[in-house]
């Protein structure tokens, strides 16, 4: 099948200063797939993300989100072109409330007064629906990363980036967000490009895999064959 | 009883201004982390274009229209012009910035209108126990201040808002225009000063009419908690209360030193201020 990619990284680069983090970085994502990113610390996972939603500067190359050149879009309008961004550690605003940060992610929208995208999310996570009216900051590590992803549904996108958001919870709650994750690639045909340092659970969970190491990518294939593939597997991803 | 009364009213009305003020500066600290201390400059700014206006068209309410759109057209341009560049290289810098800017507005309020004071009328008689003055101060503010609640609390433009001030990374990403938001807040913050200054100056301006009041606002923000909009209306009328019965009964030159009281007991028992949120982000 060769159908266009929903989401497609053509050699992009991006550096910190005098610090390349981003070398010539190319990767396809097809609709409704699940892709992992992985790589160890400072391998440009981050980088990546940051990169492919205009919070930082691409020095060359192009990203194509459904065909339109999204490269030079700054972060506040990538979202309504249906590139979603939950950022390391979720983002999650403190100060608000469970439902105010949920109604932010979905603001933009000239539909925003309709409830039904809120209702539905608020079902997809029991623990905010039951806490919707208090503090964010009263929420648990998990229903933090609940929120978060939550906020960025609220948003209705074609693609959602998740940046490492097993980071700092418990194995089980990991383990639920990823199903999760899942889940709504078959029911709702979401695409997901997943960041994680946990590297065996999110290629469990995942068709295709990117190893980044030093801002290239160095491996890449279906997930079940990076997860065999013994040489990859001890050169960069350390299990 | 009475003399409590009177002073206890009075108090609460100049609260009202210097509780404006203190908003004007917490409205933008909390969004930028950033102390405006042109804030009176803005504000004269604002008076003297009242003058001006009121002068021409012999209409008090006329002039005051004319001050609150200028407040809140000088705040726009001062952070989108001025303060936005600098901020981005340094936060010190802008600070600085402002500061500077308090010294050339006045400079050039002097240069336009001269140094010497103006006599500028109020719509309002200061006569009486509870002057119609008083009042209008009193209502004016509590009113901006409800406006201002609601509008945080309930239109998507205050979420927007506290989205961009609280977390303007994550508000990028939830769609928010954050160097708007900035610009929208300095605006209504400017235009808060206005109405402050509108309620400060007269009867008699000139360019260093704040200078004094501005210290009052400035103090009613820190022992609030600057990035409190409620910890500011109380600072407001804990400072004008306080300053009031202390010159009420015990003598008017002892009112500065009121201020300065209340300031240092209050950082002694709460270090950042009244209703300070006392969460500290996690980074």
């Given at each position: 099948m060769t159908a266009q990619p929903l989401l497609s990284v053509e050699e992009v680069s991006a550096s910190y200063g005098a610090v390349?983090?981003?070398?010539?970085v190319s990767l396809t994502v097809p609709a409704k797939g699940v892709c992992a990113v992985l790589g160890a610390n400072g391998a440009g996972k981050t980088t990546l993300l940051r990169t492919l939603t205009g919070l930082h500067p691409a020095t060359s190359g192009r990203v194509l989100l459904d065909g339109e050149?999204?490269?030079?879009?700054p972060a506040e309008k990538v979202i309504t072109r249906g590139l979603a961004h939950v950022p390391e550690g979720g983002g999650?605003?403190?100060?608000?409330?469970v439902e105010e940060n949920l109604r932010l992610g979905g603001l933009?929208?000239?539909?925003?007064?309709?409830k039904s995208t809120l209702n539905e999310v608020l079902e997809l996570f029991p623990p905010l629906a039951q806490r919707?009216?208090?503090?964010?900051?009263?929420?648990s590590g998990g229903e933090r990363q609940m929120l978060a992803i939550g906020r960025a549904l609220m948003a209705r996108p074609k693609v959602l980036l998740l940046d490492?958001?097993?980071?700092?919870?418990?194995p089980l709650i990991t383990e639920q967000i990823f199903t999760l994750l899942r889940d709504l690639r078959d029911r709702t045909g979401l695409t997901v490009v997943l960041v994680e340092q946990n590297a065996a659970g999110a290629l469990a969970v995942t068709d295709t895999g990117f190893v980044l190491n030093q801002g290239r990518v160095v491996a890449e294939g279906p997930s079940s064959d990076l997860l065999s593939d013994d040489r990859t597997r001890h050169a960069y991803l350390g299990f | 009883m009475d003399h409590f009364i009177n002073l206890t009213l009075n108090g609460l009305a100049s609260g009202a201004t210097y509780a404006a003020l203190a908003l004007s500066l917490v409205i933008i600290y909390q969004a930028t982390?950033?102390?405006?201390?042109?804030q009176p400059a803005l504000a004269l700014i604002a008076v003297y274009t009242a003058y001006t206006v009121t002068q021409l068209t012999g209409s008090y309410w006329i002039g005051f229209a004319a001050a609150l759109t200028a407040g809140l057209v000088s705040g726009a341009l001062v952070e989108r012009f001025i303060v936005r560049p600098i901020a981005r290289t340094s936060q010190l810098n802008a600070i600085i910035v402002t500061l500077g800017l308090l010294l050339v507005i006045q400079g050039l309020v002097g240069v336009i209108w001269g140094n010497e004071q103006h006599g500028f009328g109020y719509?309002?008689?200061?006569?009486?126990?509870?002057?119609p003055a008083n009042m209008f101060a009193l209502v004016s503010v509590g009113a901006v201040a409800l406006l201002l609640f609601a509008l945080y609390r309930f239109t998507p433009l205050g979420l927007r808002m506290r989205a961009a001030a609280f977390h303007p990374e994550a508000a990028r990403l939830s769609g928010v225009k954050v160097g708007l938001m900035l610009t929208a807040g300095w605006a209504i913050a400017s235009g808060i000063g206005a109405l402050a200054g509108m309620l400060a100056g007269p009867p008699f301006i000139s360019p260093n009419v704040f200078d004094v009041v501005f210290v009052y606002g400035i103090t009613a923000a820190v022992i609030g908690g600057l990035d409190n909009p409620f910890g500011a209306v109380l600072g407001g009328m804990l400072i004008g209360l306080g300053m009031s019965y202390v010159s009420g009964y015990a003598g008017p030159e002892l009112a500065t030193l009121t201020a300065l009281a209340i300031v240092v007991v209050v950082l002694s028992v709460r270090p950042d201020g009244i209703?300070?949120?006392?969460t500290a982000r996690k980074v």
């Open positions: 390349r983090a981003l070398d010539g050149d999204i490269t030079r879009l999650v605003i403190v100060e608000l409330t933009w929208r000239s539909d925003r007064r309709d919707r009216g208090k503090s964010a900051s009263t929420l490492e958001p097993s980071l700092g919870l418990a | 982390r950033l102390v405006n201390f042109a719509a309002f008689s200061y006569v009486g126990r509870f002057s209703l300070s949120r006392p």
